[in-house]
């Protein structure tokens, strides 16, 4: 009853959550989009240990470890109308937690289309800035997350590009940028900005798609769903972007999970999950090798899921972990890493593709 208390007008009491993140492995922060709040449990207790109310339709969160925030992307109603972005502040003390908002920019705050905030990782820890997306705005906005002020914007008029999705490799220091279709529909190539200078160094070859980064900033990997393909880049020791290897799929990737090679150092296998088909994708990325695994149930259909591209995630379980975890519409499928085939299926869980995953496997 408190941690899906019946909306006004239901008959049936129904969980809804869209985005949820793992704090220090102390606390899972969870959206609740129809109830207008983040829900806070506690791992130890699994208990919920507190609510806080954020702007309408919370959709989307990211866990800034180097400053102990969580950011929350809410839509303001179910069309997108009114998005805002705020931040909890010391998200893993046992403080009572609310959220406060980002300084607006040009005093719009209900323009914000999406956020990326590079993800932490061994080699890097700390993580300065964030980028900021706007509605149909070929710009891009950086914000200090120290102080979660603007910084400047960077302009991509000239490639007329609306920024849809971003990646980043710490090795060279690049963000590629997946841009919206133009008007008439045509896709156009990433572009690569360089994140010391701002500035944007040119196209990424013929690429287009959603990029994806290897924790280690080696490989970017997007996926190009217009045209059935996966695209492969290496990036070297010296931040030199190499030229891709192309691997043909017709699965309509949904998700990608990078996982360590269990047999080679310092090398990244990839598992994708399929929003339309029961496969999954899995790629050793030094060979090419390929192969499927098969029969993972049909997956939750995208309209669905109101909350994101991604109607079938793919989660790993850290960067040491053996398994992957992925959804379909009435299940749980476990993938063994090592192994490369499915390990288990939880049944009866309804629509799980809310996944976070907590100590260290």
């Not at 959709?59 to 179910?78: A, I, P, R, T």
């Not at 300065?128 to 149909?136: E, K, P, S």
């Not at 960077?154 to 590009?161: A, D, Y």
């Not at 496969?279 to 390929?290: A, C, I, R």
């Amino acid at each position: 009853e408190e941690v899906c208390p019946t909306s006004p007008g239901e008959v049936v009491q129904r969980c809804v959550w869209s985005s949820a993140v793992n704090v220090k492995d102390k606390f899972i922060y969870v959206t609740q989009p129809t109830l207008d709040r983040v829900l806070i449990v506690d791992i130890q207790t699994q208990k919920a240990v507190q609510t806080v109310s954020t702007d309408p339709y919370p959709v989307k969160l990211h866990y800034d470890k180097s400053h102990d925030q969580v950011w929350v992307l809410s839509w303001g109603d179910v069309e997108k109308n009114f998005p805002t972005l705020q931040v909890i502040n010391q998200a893993s003390g046992k403080v009572s937690h609310h959220a406060v908002h980002t300084q607006p920019i040009g005093r719009r705050f209900d323009r914000v289309e999406d956020f990326f905030i590079p993800a932490s990782s061994l080699i890097v820890n700390h993580i300065r800035f964030g980028l900021i997306f706007h509605r149909n705005e070929p710009v891009i906005y950086k914000i200090n997350l120290e102080t979660t002020s603007y910084v400047k914007n960077i302009s991509l008029w000239e490639f007329n590009c609306i920024p849809k999705s971003v990646a980043y490799t710490h090795v060279g220091g690049y963000y590629f940028i997946n841009c919206k279709p133009d008007s008439t529909g045509a896709t156009q190539p990433q572009l690569i900005l360089d994140s010391v200078t701002d500035s944007v160094i040119g196209q990424n070859r013929d690429i287009t798609g959603t990029p994806y980064m290897s924790p280690d900033g080696h490989y970017l990997v997007t996926v190009d769903d217009d045209n059935g393909l996966m695209r492969i880049q290496i990036i070297s020791e010296r931040g030199k972007i190499l030229d891709p290897f192309d691997i043909h799929t017709n699965l309509h990737l949904s998700d990608l999970a990078f996982q360590r090679s269990f047999t080679e150092i310092h090398q990244y296998n990839v598992f994708g999950s399929s929003g339309r088909q029961t496969d999954v994708l899995f790629v050793e990325l030094s060979t090419g090798k390929v192969k499927m695994i098969k029969s993972l149930k049909e997956a939750i259909k995208s309209f669905d899921w109101p909350w994101s591209s991604k109607n079938r995630v793919m989660v790993s379980s850290g960067l040491f972990g053996q398994y992957i975890m992925t959804p379909s519409r009435e299940s749980l499928f476990i993938l063994d890493g090592r192994l490369n085939k499915l390990n288990c299926e939880i049944t009866d869980v309804l629509k799980g593709n809310v996944v976070v995953w907590v100590g260290d496997s």
